[in-house]
């Protein structure tokens, strides 16, 4: 016979596996990328000499690094206005060539030792990239003709059940666009299987101020398609969850320091273009990660420490800046692992 604590033990093993079991089993959220991200070779105007922010690819990298737990519908790079991408080359070309081939080469290791990841990735191109069409808010977009990556988002969400969040690291452009579509043709069924979650479109604590929180970047980059968005979500006609700068303040400010703990990361691929991105003030920046975090809401924060109406509180900003903080320190230990597994190690 079984001794009682030996029992109580396999007991507790077995509910594990259920647990693990049914976690499994559970269906991945889906996401959409609308990401700024470029080739950080391409010379710019910014104080990184670049022409967009390179803290979205390090940003993309960890999002690869975790990507078994997600489904991935689509991810749009250089969704921006800078005039400087008129005539770059095909930045999708770029992205498949740089992250596909770092992801190919990780991934067999990554399924070897956790599992559960696509066999490949892929990008497109925005939209915007050429053009640099800001958002027009006295314009109703009837034809999304002019817009194949604002259509294929559309299109995604018009033939799922589910609900596609929708990850915005720059411009909100193309979201706003859509939404607008969406009213203009009363198709306001495909609105409902979606949502958008986005980094610091909003903050009364860091660059924008109490009286005029919109005044951050990620907002002046489209003034008015974020304007129209926050409307749009305070007036119920979508969901849009802001995660004001938690991710900058929360898990970039929190995170391990030193080039030493970074170096870790660069026996894997994707751990390489993780840890080299954007490397500033002795970490990786890669705030905008802060989105899918939230959406896998056990790492600090979670979709129900904010509002899907598009308000940013001061206190709910501070708090969830605090709790990503706190948890920043197991957040890089998880991605860390993930890149030692990825390099088979």
């Given at each position: 016979m079984l001794k009682r604590n030996t029992r109580l033990s396999l007991i507790g093993i077995s509910c594990v596996l259920v647990w693990v079991s049914l976690a499994t089993a559970a269906p991945k959220p889906k996401v959409w990328i609308y990401t700024d991200m470029s080739d950080k070779t391409l010379p710019g105007k910014n104080k990184e000499g670049t022409i967009n922010d390179p803290d979205d690819m390090s940003a993309m990298a960890g999002?690869?690094?975790?990507?078994n737990m997600f489904e991935?519908?689509?991810?749009?790079?250089?969704?921006?206005?800078?005039?400087?991408?008129?005539?770059?080359?095909?930045?999708?070309?770029?992205?498949?060539?740089?992250?596909?081939?770092?992801?190919?080469?990780?991934?067999?290791?990554?399924?070897?030792?956790?599992?559960g990841y696509p066999e490949d990735i892929g990008f497109v191109q925005s939209c915007?990239?050429?053009?640099?069409?800001?958002?027009?808010?006295?314009?109703?977009?009837?034809?999304?003709?002019?817009?194949?990556?604002?259509?294929?988002?559309?299109?995604?969400?018009?033939?799922?059940?589910?609900?596609?969040?929708?990850?915005?690291?720059?411009?909100?452009?193309?979201?706003a666009i859509l939404v607008n579509h969406c009213l203009a043709t009363q198709q306001t069924d495909v609105l409902q299987r979606l949502r958008f979650i986005a980094h610091w479109t909003n903050s009364s604590l860091h660059q924008g101020t109490p009286d005029h929180p919109e005044r951050v970047a990620n907002c002046r980059e489209d003034a008015q398609a974020c304007a129209y968005l926050k409307e749009m979500a305070l007036n119920g006609h979508i969901r849009y969850v802001e995660c004001g700068a938690i991710g900058q303040a929360g898990i970039v400010s929190g995170s391990p320091k030193g080039a030493d703990y970074y170096q870790q990361f660069k026996t894997s691929h994707l751990g390489r273009i993780f840890a080299e991105g954007k490397f500033a003030y002795k970490c990786v920046d890669h705030s905008d990660a802060a989105t899918y975090w939230v959406l896998l809401g056990n790492w600090g924060v979670g979709l129900d420490d904010i509002t899907s109406n598009g308000t940013n509180f001061p206190d709910v900003e501070q708090a969830n800046e605090a709790a990503f903080k706190v948890w920043s320190k197991r957040i890089h230990a998880e991605l860390l692992r993930r890149s030692l597994a990825a390099a088979g190690e």
């Open positions: 999002y690869l690094l975790m990507s991935t519908v689509g991810m749009v790079v250089t969704s921006t206005h800078r005039s400087e991408h008129k005539h770059t080359p095909d930045q999708a070309a770029w992205a498949n060539r740089f992250y596909g081939a770092a992801y190919r080469a990780d991934v067999k290791n990554l399924n070897k030792h956790i599992g915007i990239k050429e053009s640099q069409e800001r958002y027009q808010g006295q314009r109703q977009y009837t034809s999304l003709a002019p817009y194949d990556t604002v259509k294929a988002l559309f299109d995604a969400a018009r033939t799922t059940s589910d609900t596609i969040n929708v990850l915005c690291w720059g411009s909100l452009t193309e979201p």
